[in-house]
């Protein structure tokens, strides 16, 4: 896992802790280090962002330090694993979950905007099998006219009129 991947992972996980039910943003993590800090070091938002988008790929001593306080973790933790690296003995599809999980959290910072589908996507993340529900979800959309009905059925004020997408080709 990337360094940048971690600090995201954190502010998720931290914010969650603090009961926001969503990742903490760069600027809320700033305020809480300077608040809990009692005036032993900062990080600005802007070296933040530039660590999670990888445009600094290393942290200063003095700040990690600073984040694994703050975070409660070993400063070890907070550097790029080596390429294939595990913490534990765990089957390829446990990785799989895991690597799935991350990106649905990335994918909930991404649209926080869209409090609807940012918290779909992190009660997604945070089923212990969300690998089953993303296949789950394949079989719906694949049966016609099941998409509707559940809505109907299940979130009916949140009814809209189905648009279709064009089939985009699979590419890797």
Not at 82 to 104: C, F, M, N, Q, V
């Amino acid at each position: 896992m990337k360094l940048s991947d971690k600090i995201r992972y954190l502010r998720e996980v931290e914010g969650n802790l603090r009961g926001l039910n969503r990742a903490m943003t760069q600027q809320e993590l700033v305020r809480a280090i300077q608040a809990e800090g009692n005036g032993k070091g900062t990080i600005s938002q802007s070296y933040l962002s530039q660590i999670e988008s990888g445009a600094r790929p290393h942290l200063t001593n003095t700040t990690r330090l600073l984040l694994a306080k703050f975070f409660q973790v070993h400063p070890g933790y907070l550097v790029d694993d080596p390429e294939g690296y595990h913490a534990e003995l765990i089957s390829d599809l446990r990785t799989t979950e895991d690597k799935l999980d991350l990106w649905l959290i990335a994918g909930a910072e991404r649209f926080r905007r869209d409090p609807g589908l940012c918290q779909a996507l992190l009660t997604l993340a945070n089923h212990a099998d969300s690998r089953r529900c993303l296949l789950l979800m394949e079989a719906v959309l694949k049966t016609p006219s099941l998409v509707d009905r559940l809505f109907q059925v299940l979130k009916p004020e949140t009814i809209q009129p189905a648009r279709k997408k064009l089939a985009r080709p699979h590419t890797k």
